[in-house]
């Protein structure tokens, strides 16, 4: 049993031993192992159960999450039919475990026991949590009931599995062949040195255009050629879907319908009118009306905005002889605008930001906010030649560590994510496991034995990750259940993420991320004041895109009625009669490759980005006026809002930062769509 890898007890997961056909013992292992705990505890009256006697269980949790991580991870970034096999056949085994330990009565009896103990601030918290979850699982209903409760939520973890398997299928279904370069005219070198890579890895000449995201990203940015804006915006925005050029393969629209439907009928069995009711019970916000009244709130004052700068958009096209303006020319037109107004290009700007500079300017800021330094690592296994391996180090201790996997390539989802690897724990007996974290991007690979070169939105994406990364690595807490992002609500979880965006437009940051390929030199002031006089530019129709996503997310749980199902399409629909000021072409099916709901955390969460983006931008604001590098607040937040995890609630993290409570007008602000004084 110790030769298979994913039981090895180690710090870093050997990757270069781990196969598929490892998983099914070592999770069957280590549930066995789990259960026997269980069984230990069950003996025993509940009341007699003491903080630590449940340190044994806690650590099989934690060895069958250090097994379970590197399997989902490869799921993710080296798919293929052995490990989707794999992760498919573990999936079931996995949430009957998680609902098993959730609907334990004698579990649930232990945690309320030690309610009545004296426990210290961080032990009430997690034992007020775990109450929460125990009731969220199902613990206190009727037999029947919960068994069917562990069926819907098999049921909801395979079919969200399967909705990403296929929007990733129908991402690498779809490509393009052209050979006469001419069609490709706009395009950066960068992105047809990828086209003609792509087209080389297929036998093809000339160039392959595929819906690999940063290759969407270009050509709807850059290609003159408005025939293929369209026909890439076509196959893109109708992936795994019943539209398009591979209509109704990998479709997932009755998987979404299949999902609402359990979502509700699980929230009704816990008692909740819906499931928008349900995800509240363990998020910050209050309640499905205070989400959103915060929402239609932002929708009133930013959309006068967003529709003023279409209507400028709109105009620019039309002098360009555009005067239909397309879905699949909004990037086109706002990127040629943005050009001529600040005289700046995302792809001008990549021989600025080579990934090495890059890295050494992350690492130098987040030095002088946090005190802590960086260091390579090379004697560890990876599951790609591109993926990188660091420490951080803390008054010279090794605090934690993290891989970067930062390329797009194919059999790999789109995308960029932060994912736990190893969680910080410090057990009783004094054994400590750092954090790990997986950052995973999906930017331009490096050519020509050039290093990558970035741009600056895929600097700005990797600072978010990193953000979420440091509040995964940088907690102090040595309790499993709230070290890191555990514990915390996860409408505050993109707070660390957002705030570490804002050193990206900021002087003495830019001029530390970036050094010039050539020439060595750091970005100019001329070019860094353009980019901050570019921050904003279009900021309303982002936002007011945001929103739409946020409102459809949360009004396709909050409305559902199981007698008679709304299509989402309809749904999405109404939500852009109130809000959208561009309005997409009818096959449109963006709702089926929305990950983020279907197959990820965010199912009526997605206005969390919004919320949690009041918080970074007002934490932000104590930087703007202490200064950028100030030591004192570096640490302060450091010491409140990333070391703290899941232990406090995060109103009371951010009131001990700020000094006050967060102000919706900070992101209005800070987004340039209300003045400072108005
Ligand atoms: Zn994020």
């Known amino acids: 049993m110790t030769s298979n890898p994913l039981l090895k007890d180690a710090q870093w997961p050997p990757f270069d031993a781990i196969r598929p056909s490892h998983v099914a013992e070592a999770i069957d292992h280590c549930l066995a192992r789990g259960r026997q705990e269980i069984q230990r505890l069950m003996a025993q009256a509940p009341e007699k159960i003491q903080w630590l006697d449940l340190e044994g269980f806690k650590r099989e949790d934690e060895r069958l999450h250090n097994a379970w991580s ?22 079931p085994k996995l949430s009957d475990y998680a609902t098993e330990i959730g609907q334990n009565k004698h579990l649930y009896a232990i945690y309320q026991a030690l309610h009545q103990q004296p426990l210290d601030q961080i032990q009430r918290k997690i034992v007020e949590d775990a109450l929460r979850d125990f009731r969220l699982a199902g613990v206190s209903l009727p037999e029947a009931q919960k068994n069917r409760f562990k069926t819907l939520a098999r049921e909801l973890s395979e079919l969200g599995s399967k909705f990403g398997q296929n929007v990733l299928d129908a991402t690498m279904a779809w490509h393009h062949h052209i050979t006469d370069k001419r069609l490709l005219a706009g395009l950066p070198e960068n992105t047809l040195a990828q086209l003609a890579q792509q087209a080389k890895s297929r036998g093809l000449d000339g160039y392959v255009v595929t819906l690999d995201q940063p290759i969407y990203v270009s050509v709807m940015t850059y290609a003159d050629n408005r025939d293929l804006r369209q026909t890439l915006y076509h196959a893109y925005t109708t992936r795994a879907s019943d539209q398009g050029p591979n209509a109704g393969q990998f479709d997932n629209t009755p998987l979404l319908m299949q999902i609402l439907k359990l979502r509700h009928e699980k929230a009704n069995l816990l008692g909740f009118p819906n499931y928008a009711e349900l995800s509240l019970a363990s998020k910050m916000a209050e309640s499905t009306q205070q989400v959103f009244d ?14 003023s700068e279409l209507e400028e958009l709109k105009a620019f096209a039309a002098e360009h002889g555009v005067t239909d303006l397309q879905a699949w020319d909004v990037s086109y037109f706002s990127n040629k605008l943005k050009q001529l107004r600040y005289d700046i290009d995302q792809e001008a700007l990549r021989p600025w930001f080579p990934l090495p500079a890059v890295l050494d300017g992350l690492f130098e800021i987040c030095h002088r906010l946090y005190g802590i330094n960086f260091r390579r690592k090379n004697n560890v296994a990876v599951w790609h030649p591109d993926v990188e391996v660091y420490e ?10 993290f891989y970067l996997d930062l390329y797009a390539r194919p059999h790999k989802r789109d995308g960029a994510w932060m ?7 410090r057990w009783s007996d004094g054994t400590t496991q750092i954090p790990v974290a997986y950052l995973t991007c999906n930017f331009n690979p490096p050519i020509n034995g050039q290093p990558a070169l970035l741009t600056h939105d895929d600097v700005v994406c990797l600072f978010h990750e990193f953000g979420h990364g440091l509040h995964h690595m940088l907690t102090e807490m040595d309790m499993p259940e709230v070290s890191g992002i555990r514990g915390v609500p996860w409408d505050a979880v993109e707070l660390p993420s957002q705030f570490h965006e804002n050193f990206c437009y900021q002087a003495e940051g830019l001029r530390l991320v970036s050094r010039h390929i ?31 996503f946020g409102l459809f997310d949360f009004h396709l749980h909050a409305d559902y009625d199981p007698s008679r199902p709304k299509d989402p399409q309809a749904v999405l629909d109404e939500v852009r009669d109130k809000v959208a000021v561009i309005k997409p072409p009818k096959y449109n099916r963006f709702q089926n490759s929305f990950s983020h709901i279907f197959a990820g955390g965010y199912a009526a969460g ?13 934490a932000f604001s104590k930087f703007e006026e202490n200064g950028l590098f100030h030591p004192q607040t570096g640490r302060a937040f450091r010491k409140t809002i990333l070391a703290k995890g899941g232990s406090e609630d995060p109103l ?27």
């Open 606 to 618: 997605y206005y969390s980005y919004l919320w949690a983006e009041v918080l970074s931008a007002d």
């Open 294 to 307: 915060f929402l239609y709130e932002l929708v009133a004052k930013v959309r006068p905005k967003a529709q």
């Open 70 to 91: 590197p399997v989902s991870h490869l799921h993710s970034v080296a798919d293929s039919e052995a490990w989707r096999g794999a992760y498919n056949a573990a999936l």
């Open 392 to 401: 951080i180090l803390d008054d010279g201790e090794v605090i934690a560590g």
């Open 419 to 425: 994912d736990e690897c190893r969680n910080r724990v």
């Open 652 to 678: 009371s993290l951010f009131r001990q930062f700020r000094g006050r409570d967060p102000q919706i007008d900070a992101l209005l602000r800070h987004t340039g769509i209300i003045q400072c004084n108005g």
């Open 518 to 548: 050539e020439s060595g030199q750091p970005l100019p002031d001329t070019i860094i004041e353009k980019i901050i006089a570019a921050k904003n530019f279009h900021a309303a129709l982002a936002m007011i895109r945001q929103l739409e």
